[in-house]
Each structure stands twice: as C-alpha cells, then as structure tokens.
C-alpha cells in the first residue's frame, strides 16, 4: 500500500509538486516530479520532518518599548512551533540586550536557543 | 428608572449635529443652563458628517426652485416658484449674509469658490436659462452672476468638457468650508460660554415629573425645563418620546460623495455642476485641497444611519463626474462615503419647527437640508420661540463671541511654526504626513473634547490624507491613549462600540493555556 | 554646528537610505545626513521581524531587524549625522530641503539628495470595497507594526484580502500570536508572493486560500462583523450567485503598495506612471539634477536586498554629484515590451557595465529574455511578483549598433 504525499519544493520559482510515496512501514519507496537533486533532498527532508525558523516577539518590561523580536537560532520541528508560541508568551525580558543574546536556551528540547533580533537600549 | 438626575438643566438640545450645536451657541448668550446630548462619540455623527456643506446662495438656491417647475401649469410666472414666506428660504437670506462674519468669530477655515453651472445640450441649456431668468427676476444676489460662453468657460475652468456650450458664473455664491468644522466650532464656543457637551449620550426616553421634564439618557437621567429636538434623523422617534401625536414623518435619500488626492486640485477652481434637475445632483468641486464629486441621484432609504457605500453608485457618479471633468480618473480616488438626507413628509419644501402637541415645552427643530445656511437665523428664531413659551432668557454680559481654531500648522508659515515649536515642541513632531497634523495639534483636538480616532480626524485632519492614517494611525491611537489615560484596546474609532484594537500581545495564547490547564 | 555644505542629504532610513548613507561616506562625502521621520532607524525592517532578508547582500538568512542592525551600526561607525523624529515638509526643484522636527524649521541646501522614501498601502478606499466604515478594517503594514512593535492584535478572527508577501506573512504571524485566519482572498488564479511564503505561511496552518475570489461586502457598521466573499469572471467581476459569508471581526489589506513620491512631485521630479515612482537613469538619478531615488520609492522590489544595492549606486552616484565630478550622458532609452512591464533604470549611457532590474506582466513558462537584438537570456518560468534582473556587460554593450537611442526589453514565450 503506498501513500502518496505531495512537496511543493521551494528552491526556486519552478515550485515542482514533488510526489513522495511511502509504504506502511513509512519507508520512502518513490519520489517523482523533480527536476534537481536539490530539490529531491529538498522534498525528503520536509516530507520526513518540515523544519521552521520561528520568528516571533517577546513583551519588553522596565523600557519604552513593549516588545522585542526574537527567531530561533536554527529551525525546529513545525510540530513544535506552537508550543514554543505558548512558552514565550510567558518570558518576559528587560533592557539592556545586545542582538543575538540568548535568551531562551534550547527552547522545549528542540537544540535550538530564543535569541534577540534587535538591540533593546532602553 | 428612579435614580438622581446626573444634571439638572433650563435647556436639553439633544443632537450634535450642525443644528444642535448653533443651538447651542445661541442659547449659550444667555444665562441659561443648557445641555447638548450627542449619542456618538463625536459630534456630527449624523446627517451632518455626510453633506455636502457648502454654505452658499443665488444660483444654487434658483436651481432648487427651478426644480418645482415641472409641477406648475404652462405658462405659470417663474417667480411662482419662490417662496419667501418658508422658513427655508427666510433663513438661507438670511443667513448666507452673516455667514462671512461669524465664520471669521469662530475662525472656521473657508474660502468663497467660483460657481459654473454649465450647459452642453438643448435641455440643459433650456433649463439653464429657466435659472437664468428666474434669478434675474428675483433680483439682489439672485441676480448677481453672468451667463458666460465657451471661450470665457474654459478660460475660468480649463479642465471642463470642451463641448459646453454655455454657462452661468458667480464669483460669490459658494462658501467652501468642511462641515463637522462649523458643527465642532459652533459647539466649542457653546462650551466657552458654559454649554455642557455629552457625548456617546443616548436619549431613550422622555417623562413627566411635575412642572420639569426628565430625559433618560444611556447614562443616566437630566431633569430639565424645555426640550429642543435637533435629533434630525431620529427626529421622529425623539419626538414619539415626548408623546403622542406627531404628525409628520421623515423620508431619508441617500447620496455618495468621492473624494480625490490633492494631486487632482487643478482640476476645477470652484464648483462645476450640470444645471439642476430633480432627484439628482452633478457637481464637481474643489473642496479646500481636495477634489469632491457628488454625482447622483437621491435614493430612498428607510433608515437615516445608512451610509453604506454601493459601489456600482460610486462607478456611476465617476462616469457623471467624467461629462464635467473628462480626465477625472478613478486611480486618483481616495475616499469615498454616503450622506443621508432627511426630509420631512407634510411639507417637503421647509423645516418644521414647532411644540410637540402634547408637550408645550418640547419643540421639535426638524431642520431639512440644506442645514448649515439657515443654521444662524434658525438658531435666533428658535431662542425667540422660547422666550414666547416662557423661558426667561437673559442676556449674559461676558459672552465671549471668539474662538480660536486648533492651530492649522500645515497652513502656516515657517516663521509661524518656529514660533509654536518654541512654546510647544509637540508642534515640531508631525504625525500626519499627508496632511501635514503635528502632535501638538493632536493633544489640543483632545484636551477640546477628541477622545476618538474619527475625532481627531474631523478636527485636525490627522488621517483624512491619501493613505488614510496607514502612517498615522496607530500614533494618534496611542496619542489619544496616553492623553486620556486609558488602555490603547479602549480607544475607539467613533462609537461605544467601534473598538480598534481587541487583544493585547499574547492574551490569546496566554488565555488557551489557562483554558485548557 | 557644523556650518559646512551638506554633500549628500537622504530621505528616509531603511535598507535604501541607510545603503544611500554609507556609501556615500564610502565615496568621500564629507557630511552626509541622514533624515527619517519615525523613532528609530531602520524604516520598515524593525517591523518585519520574520525571516528571508539578506540571502544575497550577506549571504545569510536574517530577520528584518537583524539586517537593519548591520546597517545600523555602519551609520553609526561611519559618522554620518542623523535627524530621528524628522519630517521633511517640502522638497524643491533647486535641492533646497525644509525638515520638521521639535527643534524647530530648518532649510537646507545639499549638494544632492538621495530620496528614498520606501512605499505606502493601497487602502480600502481607494479600491472602493462596498460597506459601511467599521473599525477593524487595516493595511496589512498598519497591521503588522500593530502585533510586531506596539503588542496588540487588530483582531481574533481575521479575513485577508490580497495574498502578496505582506498579506501572507501577516496571515502566519497572526495564526502564531492566537488569531484565527479564516481566509486569504486573492483575486487573481495565483498567489501573489513567494512560492516560500505560500508554504511556510498558509500551507503549514490551513489556512483556507480562495484565489479568483474578492470581497464584495464588508459588513458591521461601528465593528467589523464579516465580510462576503465571490469568485470572479475573467474580467475580474464578481459573480453574485457565489456569493458566501465569512464571519470574522478584521479585514486585511494587502491589496498594493504605491511608491511614495510626494517630495519627488514637488520637485518637479518626473514620474513613471507605470512604476509610480521617479524616472531615473543607470546613476540612479531622476531628471533633476542632484536628486537620485532609490528602493521602494522607485519601483515596489521583492527583496531588500536589491534595495540596498540600489542604494548603495544612489548614493555613491550623490557623493560623485556633490563633489562636483560632471555627469554622463545617457545615450539610450530601455522600453518595456513585450510581456514586459517595466524597466529600470529607463535610461543607460550605453558605454559601462549596468545592471537592469524589470517585473513581467503575465507568468509564463520557457521564455526568452531579450534586450534588443544582442543579448538573450532562458527562464523556465516568470512571474509577475518575482523581479527579473540582468547585466548588461561592457562586451554586450559593444554589440549594440552605433546610434541605436532604443532598447526594447522583451520577454516571449520562446516557440
């Protein structure tokens, strides 16, 4: 039995709907419609665990400004983006903060940290 | 409800539109307690926020009569179709004359602009003549205009349809002015005078209580003497309030306005208009920077809050707008909105301004348009008609006829702004780009009475401009937050319940954790 | 206070200024000021706190924010004077610039200016959607400095009108932040944006997509209640018998965005009415002498990075004006043909390397690219939202026919 699952890889504007057929077993037995090697990496990769930057915001106490953007310093399961939303509605942060600082460090067990987008001087 | 009265008043005006407020401002004169009830969150709120708005006479007011022609008998004088003895016309006389003065008291921005009724066919051109003769007839500021040909048209307006054939022109007819200005300014210079203001104040309901009246209100009741119903287009149901026995009802038309980028204000110098014909009006005029078409036809509506906007109206009124103005282009478009107009329906032509039948201290001030025009003399007929029903009026001393505008930075000179920015450094911060609006303004319009989003328009102009407070928006908001001390999710575009924010960062992931821990 | 002339005065501070800014300094301007009318510098990158920004520039993936920083601290390092909190009131044709801030009114008269004012939002009114006037109806930029700078939503049930880039990365920040995206509305049979955004911001959420849909309806009359939503015809025209209902409390705009262009108009500065924005020549400069533009405010780009690039020519070419050195003649016109819809620069010298950036009208599949007879490139596909870029070497310019003063850009399908 093959299930059939359709990427639509996003390497460049061609965009090819690259088919993935996996068997019961979740083994990869084809993948179809491709036009690089890139691309079919591209396609397995996602198929088996799509992974997202997530950029979001954190609320800013003790400053001027009510928030500050934040991303994850590398990407993490798409499955976990909302929890991670959840957590950092809870963190709060104060100045002062140079870009890049941590402030979150591997968010949920995910090996990636929160890191500041911005500088918050005041 | 028994509760106390929050007020205790000689005079309620309720409505805040343009009559209420010149009620207002003529009552204030007096040593009278007097109260303007707006159920808004703003003034104009009403008819007001949609007309048209120009104050003006002669031509425009021949064109009107010329309307009633049709219904005449052949051969019947044109000077049938004037009425002096209606309060209508006695007003607009009136009125137009005293205009220029006290919009300089009240320091309201405005502007006299050309009038070109223009004709490029046989009928219009009969019925240009049929204006023309009438206002001939009537001489004095009926008379006072030239019919002018082709050449000369398009010499004073080059941008209009090179096929007209003739035209009538009055330097002095049109007042451009922007309405919720007059409104707003009428009701400062009330409150100077000791007017009391209430705003998102809705009357619900009207009662005895010995020699007074009480009027219930959405926030609480105000004992009172008189009544004056300025309420417009909820004139009747305030007037069932009051009792039974009403016998006129009101029929509402309703009518879409565009407006154009300021890049468009060569298009024509004044008001460019087809000559009247019933049930519609064509004009295209230059409204302060702006362009303003009203073209179209005055649709029945049963309700006097429908200002919803039909867009094939607006196609339409574009398509009438381009047989004024051929290069009128639609890409050059950036507001478009509907007014209502209220009528009364047993006796079309005039306003009706009488005691309710069965309560001789509630005088109903059913005003039909044009409102602004007869505004002032209306406001002095009806102190009178108090006075005869036994309302002490006596006049104060120290009445302060004067008023200040909200500084118009965009209109002043660099001298002049160097000078308000060394007193006030929030005249130096500019919010509004596209009209020029500086914090300083904001925080005045505010500390005025402001206190939402729709305010601060109407009174500075902050996001009347091209890109409609994209820039601006959220700064006024938190401006008005700040000024008023409350959270920005309160501050609201006009209405109780015109709310523009809903939710704060992370309140709705910070509410799906506690719901489902 | 420094009495000497400004070289080079830029307007406005985002990724086009402040390139503008320091390379301009990089080129030997003494003074140059960089003027910008918001709180901080950075234009719209502080709100754009997603990702995508600087693959090119530098060769990273960065966040809005991030990449500003970079710029940022060059303006900072590279002693170029700054006005925060700053208006410019009037541009005129003589160069003469009068700026507002609390200080007061000052009029300057910089050897040249760099106008990069970046771009605003087509807005509801302009495109004449029918209704009454809730509140809850906002630009999907207003929108987005809303939930990514000041910390609150416009709503919790949201309907998005327009599904460019803007309108789709709203639709995912607002679906992380809690709200509920009903739909994304697109008019046309496509997407809007980057193929990436239709992925990582409606695909991965489910977020409902109705292309060859409009609105036709917005109701409520003090709040937003809903809106009616139905397919359209080939001529772009509602058809009323799909006419459906979505409940929702916020309508997003992300219906086009117009090169900002008033300072350029008041100068006296030409625009193209395809682009909105000034015409301007390989130096980045319009027809007045002295002024140059550069980013958004010329032509709506699709990546920051190539404004930056823009700025960067702008503002080294308004260094070179300022210090006197004469400018070169343009000898050829660019025109947009077939499948093309602009062209910028509109006019080269013909004589060095220049690099042309142009936007197609329709997507299509196995075109051929050309620029008059000479030069020829192969695409497999082309789309109207992703900006095509070409150079035109010193060896292809050698090809071009003496006295040619035209170049047709064209983009056919290749038979």
Redesign the interface.
Same mark, same amino acid.
């Given at each position: 039995m093959k299930n059939v699952s359709e990427i639509?890889c996003?390497i460049c504007?061609?965009?090819c709907r690259v088919s993935v057929a996996v068997d019961d077993e979740g083994r990869i037995v084809e993948i179809a419609n491709f036009q690089c090697k890139k691309g079919k990496e591209y396609a397995v990769a996602e198929y088996r665990t799509?992974l997202?930057?997530?950029?979001?915001?954190v609320?800013v106490e003790k400053s001027r400004h009510?928030?500050l953007?934040v991303?994850t310093n590398r990407a993490i399961p798409?499955k976990e983006?909302?929890d991670c939303?959840d957590h950092l509605a809870t963190i709060r942060v104060k100045p002062p903060l140079k870009?890049g600082e941590v402030i979150v460090k591997n968010i949920l067990n995910t090996g990636s940290d929160i890191i500041t987008?911005? $500088?918050l001087f005041d | 409800m028994t509760d106390q009265p929050i007020l205790e008043a000689e005079v309620v005006i309720i409505g805040g539109g343009v009559t209420g407020t010149a009620l207002a401002r003529e009552l204030s004169r007096y040593q009278l307690e007097t109260v303007l009830l707006e159920k808004g969150g703003e003034l104009c709120a009403g008819q007001t926020k949609g007309s048209l708005g120009n104050i003006y006479t002669g031509l425009n007011l021949v064109g009107s009569m010329i309307l009633k022609s049709v219904l005449l008998p052949l051969g019947t004088p044109l000077t049938e179709l004037y009425h002096p003895h209606t309060l209508h016309t006695k007003w607009c006389e009136e009125g137009f004359k005293e205009w220029e003065s006290v919009l300089n008291e009240l320091d309201i921005k405005h502007r006299y602009v050309p009038l070109t009724i223009i004709a490029k066919d046989e009928n219009q051109i009969k019925n240009l003549e049929k204006i023309r003769d009438l206002g001939r007839q009537l001489g004095g500021m009926y008379a006072d205009f030239e019919q002018i040909d082709r050449e000369e048209i398009l010499s004073r307006e080059p941008n209009v349809n090179p096929e007209v054939m003739t035209a009538l022109f009055a330097s002095k007819h049109v007042i451009d002015i922007f309405p919720p200005e007059v409104a707003i300014a009428l009701a400062e210079n009330a409150v100077e005078n000791g007017c009391k203001v209430l705003l998102n104040t809705e009357v619900v309901g009207i009662s005895q209580s010995g020699p007074h009246q009480i009027v219930q209100t959405s926030r609480g009741s105000i004992k009172t003497n008189f009544i004056l119903n300025a309420a417009c287009g909820w004139g009747d149901k305030i007037c069932d309030m009051a009792g039974e026995g009403r016998n006129w009802g009101l029929q509402y038309r309703k009518t879409v306005m565009i407006i154009l980028d300021t890049?468009c204000k060569g298009l024509v110098n004044g008001m460019v208009r087809w000559p009247n014909v019933p049930g519609r009006l064509d004009l295209v005029q230059r409204r302060e920077d702006n362009i303003l078409i009203e073209c179209g036809t005055y649709d029945p509506t049963d309700r006097p809050?429908d @200002?919803?906007?039909?867009?094939e109206d607006?196609i339409k009124s574009m398509e009438m707008a381009k047989t004024i103005v051929p290069t009128i282009s639609e890409k050059d478009?950036?507001?478009?909105?509907t007014g209502v107009r209220v009528f009364n329906t047993r006796d079309v032509e005039d306003h009706i301004v009488e005691f309710h039948p069965s309560n001789k201290k509630f005088l109903n001030v059913i005003i039909r348009l044009p409102g602004i025009i007869g505004a002032l003399p209306m406001a002095r007929h009806v102190a009178e008609t108090l006075k005869k029903a036994g309302c002490r009026l006596a006049k104060k001393d120290d009445f302060r006829p004067f008023r200040r505008a909200i500084p118009r930075f965009r209109d002043l000179s660099?001298e002049m702004?160097?000078r308000m920015?060394?007193d006030d450094?929030?005249y130096?911060?500019?919010v509004c780009?596209?009209e *020029?609006v500086t914090e300083g303004q904001i925080v005045e319009a505010i500390r005025r009475g402001g206190s939402t989003?729709e305010g601060i328009r109407m009174r500075t102009r902050a996001g009347m401009g091209?890109?409609?407070?994209?820039?601006c928006?959220?700064r006024v908001v938190?401006i008005l937050a700040r000024e008023l001390n409350i959270p920005? *999710?309160e501050v609201?575009?006009?209405?109780l319940?015109?709310?523009?924010?809903?939710?704060?960062?992370?309140?709705?992931?910070l509410?799906?954790e506690k719901g489902s821990a | 206070m420094n009495s000497n002339p400004i070289d080079v005065l830029v307007i406005g501070s985002g990724p086009a200024g402040m390139a503008a800014a320091i390379q301009a300094k990089e080129s030997g301007s003494k003074r140059v000021l960089l003027v910008e009318?918001a709180e901080e510098l950075g234009g719209l990158l502080?709100q754009c706190?997603?990702?995508g920004f600087g693959l090119i520039y530098f060769n990273e +993936?960065? @966040?809005g924010?991030?990449y500003?920083?970079r710029f940022v601290e060059k303006v900072m390092d590279s002693k170029i004077e700054v006005l925060l909190?700053t208006?410019v009131?009037r541009l005129a044709a003589d160069r003469k610039v @009068?700026l507002?801030?609390?200080?007061?009114?000052k *009029?300057l008269a910089p050897e040249s200016i760099v106008l990069a004012m970046g771009c605003?939002?087509r807005?509801?009114?302009?495109i004449?959607?029918?209704?009454?006037?809730?509140?809850?109806i906002f630009?999907a930029? *207003?929108a987005q400095?809303?939930?990514?700078?000041?910390?609150?939503?416009?709503?919790?049930e949201i309907v998005i009108l327009g599904s460019g880039d803007v309108g789709m990365i709203m639709a995912r920040?607002l679906t992380?932040?809690?709200?509920e995206v009903k739909a994304v509305v697109e008019i046309l049979p496509y997407i809007g944006g980057?193929?990436?955004n $239709?992925?990582?911001c409606l695909? +991965?959420f489910n977020i409902p997509v109705l292309v060859e849909h409009t609105v036709?309806n917005i109701h409520g009359?003090?709040?937003v209640n809903g809106v009616t939503v139905a397919r359209v015809d080939q001529n772009r025209n509602p058809v009323p018998e799909t006419e459906k209902f979505i409940e929702c +409390?916020?309508l997003l705009l992300s219906v086009g965005l117009i090169p900002e262009n008033?300072l350029s108009?008041m100068a006296g500065v030409i625009l193209n009415p395809v682009t909105g924005g000034p015409m301007v020549n390989e130096r980045m400069e319009t027809n007045v002498p002295g002024i140059f533009a550069a980013g958004n405010c010329v032509h709506v780009n699709d990546l920051v990075d190539y404004v930056s690039v823009e700025g960067e020519k702008a503002g080294q070419n308004a260094a070179e004006h300022a210090s006197g050195k004469a400018s070169p003649k343009m000898g050829i016109k660019l025109e947009a043909g077939e499948n093309v819809r602009y062209v910028i620069p509109q006019t080269i010298t013909g004589q060095r390397e220049v690099a042309i950036r142009l936007r197609v009208k329709e997507p299509e599949k196995d075109v051929i690219l050309k620029v008059g007879e000479f030069m020829t490139k192969r695409l497999?596909?082309?789309?109207p939202s $992703?900006m095509l870029h070409l150079v035109l070497s010193e060896r292809h310019l050698k090809g071009i026919k003496k006295g040619t003063a035209q170049l047709v850009v064209s983009c056919r399908k290749e038979d």
């Open positions: 639509i996003i504007p061609l965009a799509p997202r930057v997530l950029t979001t915001t609320i009510a928030l953007p991303r798409r983006l909302f939303m870009v987008t911005h $500088e | 890049r809050d @200002t919803y906007t039909i867009r607006v478009i950036i507001n478009t909105f660099d702004r160097n920015i060394g450094p929030q130096g911060h500019v780009r596209c *020029t989003e091209r890109c409609k407070g994209g820039f928006g959220p938190k920005v *999710t609201k575009k006009r209405s319940d015109s709310q523009l924010l809903l939710c704060k960062s992370k309140e709705l992931l509410r799906d | 009318r502080s706190i997603h990702n +993936d960065m @966040t924010p991030e500003g920083q909190e208006m009131l @009068t507002c801030n609390k200080y007061g009114i *009029t605003r939002e807005t509801r009114e302009s004449v959607i029918p209704g009454y006037r809730p509140a809850g630009t930029g *207003t400095r809303w939930v990514n700078i000041e910390g609150y939503l416009p709503g919790r920040r992380l932040e809690g709200a980057l193929i990436r $239709e992925v990582q695909y +991965d036709v009359i003090q709040r +409390d916020t008033e108009y497999k596909v082309v789309k $992703e």
